[in-house]
């Protein structure tokens, strides 16, 4: 049986002491940015197809998260219903229709109901657009497919879309007060906001369109290249939360993972990769894989890393874990799972957890 396989690479630091995450991490896109998204379709226009848009917009703009509920079925439940059906196009008019009919019975007031189911669906569609961007994915395809969708160009939170936001929401309110200042409070008549919100939501358009162009660069860079004599049999640049000309380079060859950030302003050397063997095929891994637990990460993991290791108990024990390379590595784990076995391969326990997600 196969121990810990060796680690190459600058950079690399003794592993952390471990504990257990059990708390939700921040794999959805954060709130703040859908709720202010929708908001921006109101101010933008929206707000004229019916009456209450503004909190049809923000309560359908967020409507697919409502798979947080999950949570409560453990951090296990959640991995497997997060961005799960509610985060589906089929399911996209449900919620458009659910989110219009919410603020109707709160609010007991009409609507233009044409108006109002459209106005909702963009808000979701806002929602399914978004996620797709950032490296989690999601599975827009469901029931038909359980394909995680995911373009790689944001990561869960990103500093340069939070500013524009921020700007943007403040932006109207320092206006209005420099303006009644001005014209001795005579702004009435005015578009509250319509200026900064058309601005952010073009922003967010020209700014995931840039960020396309330059993943695009940044993949290339890393297909392009060798790693210990091997060709890449598939590659991934993960987004920089604040650096869009920085990416984390993942790449995979038949015998080993490889993690080298690629800076798009400076040189990109494969030899300072850092290198993640694979293990050789091993019963220890086959009789894990049939575990639940295991199953379901491994439905979600995109670059799954196994790692065998003696555990300290019971006697013969063997410890097997999985990491998924996206959020981090042995060293610095994200989201992984594990199994103890016994000295005849029977799964004794089995664990998974978030653990301490990578910032970038």
Same mark, same amino acid.
């Given at each position: 049986?196969?121990?810990?396989?060796?680690?190459?690479?600058?950079?690399?630091?003794?592993?952390?002491?471990?504990?257990?995450?059990?708390?939700?991490?921040?794999?959805?896109?954060?709130?703040?940015?859908?709720?202010?998204?929708?908001?921006?379709?109101?101010?933008?226009?929206?707000?004229?197809?019916?009456?209450?848009?503004?909190?049809?917009? +923000? $309560?359908?703009? #967020?409507?697919?998260?409502?798979?947080?509920? /999950?949570? &409560?079925? *453990?951090? =296990?439940?959640?991995?497997? @219903?997060?961005?799960?059906?509610?985060?589906?196009?089929?399911?996209?008019?449900?919620?458009?229709?659910?989110?219009?009919?919410?603020?109707?019975?709160?609010?007991?007031?009409?609507?233009?109901?044409?108006?109002?189911?459209?106005?909702?669906?963009?808000?979701?569609?806002?929602?399914?657009?978004?996620?797709?961007?950032?490296?989690?994915?999601?599975?827009?395809?469901?029931?038909?497919?359980?394909?995680?969708?995911?373009?790689?160009?944001?990561?869960?939170?990103?500093?340069?879309?939070?500013?524009?936001?921020?700007?943007?929401?403040?932006?109207?309110?320092?206006?209005?007060?420099?303006?009644?200042?001005?014209?001795?409070?005579?702004?009435?008549?005015?578009?509250?906001?319509?200026?900064?919100?058309?601005?952010?939501?073009?922003? +967010? $358009?020209?700014? #995931?369109?840039?960020?396309?162009?330059?993943? /695009?660069? &940044?993949? *290339?860079? =890393?297909?392009?290249?060798? @790693?210990?004599?091997?060709?890449?049999?598939?590659?991934?640049?993960?987004?920089?939360?604040?650096?869009?000309?920085?990416?984390?380079?993942?790449?995979?060859?038949?015998?080993?993972?490889?993690?080298?950030?690629?800076?798009?302003?400076?040189?990109?050397?494969?030899?300072?990769?850092?290198?993640?063997?694979?293990?050789?095929?091993?019963?220890?891994?086959?009789?894990?894989?049939?575990?639940?637990?295991?199953?379901?990460?491994?439905?979600?993991?995109?670059?799954?890393?196994?790692?065998?290791?003696?555990?300290?108990?019971?006697?013969?024990?063997?410890?097997?874990?999985?990491?998924?390379?996206?959020?981090?590595?042995?060293?610095?784990?994200?989201?992984?799972?594990?199994?103890?076995?016994?000295?005849?391969?029977?799964?004794?326990?089995?664990?998974?957890?978030?653990?301490?997600?990578?910032?970038?």
């Amino acid at each position: 049986m196969e121990g810990p396989r060796r680690l190459m690479g600058a950079g690399l630091q003794p592993a952390p002491e471990q504990s257990p995450y059990n708390g939700i991490p921040a794999t959805r896109m954060d709130p703040l940015t859908h709720t202010a998204t929708g908001l921006f379709l109101s101010r933008a226009g929206l707000n004229r197809w019916t009456p209450l848009a503004t909190p049809i917009l +923000l $309560l359908a703009a #967020n409507a697919p998260d409502i798979d947080i509920l /999950a949570a &409560a079925g *453990g951090p =296990l439940n959640y991995l497997h @219903y997060h961005r799960h059906l509610t985060h589906s196009l089929v399911a996209l008019p449900v919620l458009a229709v659910l989110s219009v009919l919410v603020v109707r019975a709160a609010s007991r007031k009409p609507l233009r109901w044409a108006g109002a189911l459209a106005a909702a669906a963009l808000g979701v569609g806002s929602h399914l657009l978004l996620d797709w961007t950032n490296m989690y994915g999601l599975r827009a395809l469901l029931p038909f497919s359980s394909e995680w969708l995911r373009l790689d160009l944001t990561s869960i939170v990103d500093l340069w879309i939070w500013a524009v936001l921020l700007i943007s929401v403040a932006g109207p309110f320092i206006a209005r007060l420099v303006g009644s200042e001005i014209s001795s409070g005579n702004v009435k008549g005015r578009p509250h906001g319509r200026g900064f919100a058309i601005f952010a939501l073009l922003f +967010l $358009l020209v700014y #995931n369109c840039g960020r396309g162009f330059l993943h /695009a660069r &940044a993949s *290339g860079a =890393l297909d392009a290249r060798l @790693y210990e004599g091997a060709a890449p049999l598939r590659v991934a640049a993960l987004p920089n939360a604040a650096n869009p000309f920085r990416w984390r380079g993942l790449i995979e060859t038949g015998e080993f993972y490889a993690v080298e950030d690629v800076d798009l302003m400076g040189d990109f050397d494969p030899l300072r990769a850092a290198v993640f063997h694979k293990p050789a095929s091993d019963p220890a891994i086959d009789a894990a894989r049939r575990a639940p637990v295991l199953q379901e990460f491994l439905r979600f993991s995109q670059f799954p890393l196994w790692r065998i290791t003696p555990a300290a108990e019971p006697e013969n024990s063997t410890l097997v874990e999985v990491f998924d390379l996206r959020f981090g590595t042995p060293q610095e784990p994200g989201f992984m799972a594990s199994a103890l076995l016994d000295s005849r391969l029977r799964v004794l326990k089995t664990s998974f957890q978030f653990g301490k997600l990578r910032a970038r």
